[in-house]
């Protein structure tokens, strides 16, 4: 009988400039630019894998071409805060830093801790695995992205939609002066809730009907893509905050 192939955890370290990726099952090292022509490389070659989950930390910017070629892919994605990686090293006594030792790190973070952790802290708070439960209602939030929202946005059910957004980093803030009326950008708010619910809104603009009949309205009206999809995070969020407060399933509005 032929021996199954091993699921392989994949880290990666996302620089400005270079993704240095470890396959921890593999013990196999190697680096690609993060750049449209190393993103594409490194999509290719992971799908020659059985792939357990692939681990970025969040950055607030940098992970997210790569995490959208792997969505867009269908692979196994993760993003998960720095400081939870840290603490880990801490605890395996690791302290040494270099671009290599992170992407290792980061895989044997994703093959011993990840799920199990957190399903662990959830399970055992009643109030936690009900809002978890609650929330993954929504088309889109799948069980990362709703412990995610546990642990990083707590106040989650008891925030106004301004304060959701701000909070998120979604929030459109004016650039104006005198009679100069500038761009609306977004900025701040915390990078890991941010990039956890970046990664549910692609999910969502293609399963969830809501969002995709309200994000393809967007793209009709002109909106560039990223406009669109961060205007459909806003309305994700929103939502949920609702649901929690209300302590409510979601409702499909096309339903």
């Known amino acids: 009988m032929t021996k199954p192939v091993a699921a392989v955890n994949v880290g990666v370290d996302v620089g400005k400039s270079t993704l240095d990726v470890y396959l921890f099952e593999r013990q196999r090292a190697f680096s690609y630019g993060n750049d449209e022509d190393g993103i594409v490389q490194l999509i290719g070659r992971l799908r020659g894998y059985r792939l357990a989950r692939i681990v970025l930390e969040a950055t607030g910017c940098l992970e997210q071409p790569l995490l959208r070629a792997a969505v867009t892919a269908g692979l196994p994605v993760t993003v998960v805060s720095p400081l939870k990686v840290r603490r880990y090293a801490g605890a395996i006594g690791l302290l040494a830093k270099t671009d290599a030792n992170d992407a290792r790190l980061i895989a044997e973070f994703a093959a011993t801790a990840l799920d199990s952790d957190l399903d662990q802290a959830i399970e055992q708070h009643t109030r936690w695995s009900q809002k978890r439960d ?56 915390r990078a890991t809730t941010r990039t956890a619910l970046f990664l549910s809104a692609l999910a969502a603009i293609r399963f969830n009907p809501d969002i995709k009949v309200f994000y393809e309205r967007l793209l009709k009206a002109g909106k560039h893509k990223k406009v669109a999809l961060t205007a459909c995070i806003r309305k994700i969020v929103t939502a949920l905050n609702a649901m929690i407060r209300d302590n409510v399933e979601w409702r499909s509005a096309t339903a």
């Open 134 to 189: 609650l929330l993954m209602t929504m088309p889109g939030i799948g069980k990362t992205v709703a412990a995610t929202l546990l642990g990083d946005l707590p106040e989650l059910g008891t925030l106004n939609r301004r304060q959701t957004a701000a909070l998120t980093g979604v929030a459109p803030f004016n650039r104006d002066s005198g009679r100069l009326r500038g761009k609306r950008r977004i900025r701040g708010g």
